[in-house]
């Protein structure tokens, strides 16, 4: 199975700034990456697939690059909902999550 | 709108069986490849299984291949997941997603609010 590693694995942030999560594939991925966000209780929402494409209704502050073995997912201006764990997954073969980047808002 | 409802969880002790089931309305089911993705209380996402719009591509993680079998009815527009021979790994919130749209990407695009297996004797 191809492994998942996100970085950092939480993070503390206050509103307005910027935010970049990195998530590193065990071989490469081509851009077959997709970011999630979840809330406490709450089933994960899709935000990026393809790794860059933005899923319909998401605001545009959230936007992810990279191909290969390394993406990231930034959010431009990070606002009090942001507050939530992400999850990047792979879907170039069997699907595997990383293990969760948990943000914090100040 | 796309809703995706699991039922069936529930407290079994180890060894035991369970069949969860998720009702599926505001698309064409038939049309769409379905999964199953568990979460362990506090941890992170883990996928389970997959079965296709036709039912002719099934597939499993390893950790539960053997003991778990995916099926759908899409006349009744729902998914299943019959487990057997639970373990107390397999305690988890399970949630059936639908895959992605017309993009031609793969990924998890609608979820349910999941349903909680608890494996305990």
């Known amino acids: 199975d191809i492994q998942m590693t996100q970085s950092p694995s939480s993070l503390s942030a206050s509103v307005g700034d910027r935010v970049t999560i990195t998530c590193r594939a065990s071989?490469?991925?081509?851009?077959?990456l997709n970011w999630y966000q979840q809330k406490p209780g709450k089933a994960p929402k899709i935000l990026i697939y393809?790794?860059?494409s933005l899923q319909s209704g998401v605001p545009s502050t959230f936007s992810g690059s990279g191909s290969g073995t390394e993406f990231t997912l930034s959010i431009s201006s990070l606002q009090p909902e942001d507050s939530a764990t992400y999850y990047c997954?792979?879907?170039?073969?069997?699907?595997?999550f990383g293990q969760g980047t948990r943000l914090e808002i100040k | 709108e796309v809703q995706l409802v699991e039922s069936g969880g529930g407290l079994v002790q180890p060894g035991g069986s369970l069949r969860l089931s998720c009702a599926a309305s505001?698309?064409?089911?038939?049309?769409?490849?379905m999964n199953w993705v568990r979460q362990a209380p506090g941890k992170g996402l883990e996928w389970v299984s997959y079965i296709s719009s036709s039912n002719n591509i099934i597939d499993y993680a390893d950790s539960v291949k053997g003991r778990f079998t995916i099926s759908r009815d899409n006349a009744k527009n729902s998914l299943y997941l019959q487990m057997n021979s639970l373990r107390d790994e397999d305690t988890a919130v399970y949630y059936c997603?639908?895959?992605?749209?017309?993009?031609?990407?793969?990924?998890?695009?609608?979820w349910g609010q999941g349903t909680l297996v608890t494996v305990s004797s």
């Open positions: 393809g790794a860059s």
């Open positions: 505001g698309f064409i089911f038939s049309t769409y490849g």
């Open positions: 997954q792979q879907s170039y073969s069997t699907p595997t």
């Open positions: 071989q490469r991925i081509s851009s077959h």
């Open positions: 997603a639908r895959e992605g749209g017309s993009s031609g990407w793969n990924y998890f695009e609608y």
